[in-house]
């Protein structure tokens, strides 16, 4: 009966810790995560600045189809013309390794669409500063690319915490 309780009291704890990171995942030594919802491209690039990166860079197929497998949504991707029209490149500053625009894109529709989405056709799309929807901010862990995933340390703190509770009552009980 006890052990079911702590049992409970555990794994509420552990899925504490997973919302503490913000839903954070790993892929070779980056982090991603969502943006709040409903942003510009603008807004959405700071927000990603402030958290310590940038909007997504996509630097292969491979980025992009784990992209699109954990995060079921259209979002911002770093990639904007703002500086040259016509001539896109990352926010972040990384070369351009590799494209997938919808068919027909980037048309600058209206004379002015200088910032680049993933749409749910899992292909991207150029569209105005004025539209609104989430990004995806991509961080590198520990200052260099690999394959270090670290959780954060609320996650390490409540999973301590939780672990030292059932060590105490597993002791009472062998009292
Ligand atoms: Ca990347
Ligand atoms: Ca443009
Ligand atoms: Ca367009």
Known sequence: ???????????????????????????????????????????????????????????????EDWLLANFNTRFW???????????????SGEAITYTNWNSGEPNNAGGGEDYTEMT???????????????????KVIGGGPGPIPTPEPTTMLLLGLGLMGLAGVRRKIQK
């Open 120 to 138: 749910n056709l899992s292909n991207w799309n150029d569209l105005p500063s004025t539209s609104v929807i989430p990004g995806i901010i991509e």
């Open 1 to 63: 009966m006890k052990r079911s309780i702590v049992g409970i009291i555990f794994v509420v704890l552990c899925c504490i810790a997973l919302v503490g990171t913000g839903y954070a995942v790993t892929y070779v030594g980056h982090d991603y995560q969502l943006t709040s919802p409903g942003l510009t491209w603008l807004q959405a690039e700071a927000e990603a600045v402030a958290a310590g990166g940038h909007l997504v860079t996509i630097n292969s197929e491979a980025e």
């Open 77 to 91: 991707i770093g990639f904007t013309d703002q500086a040259v029209e016509g001539t896109f490149a990352w926010i």
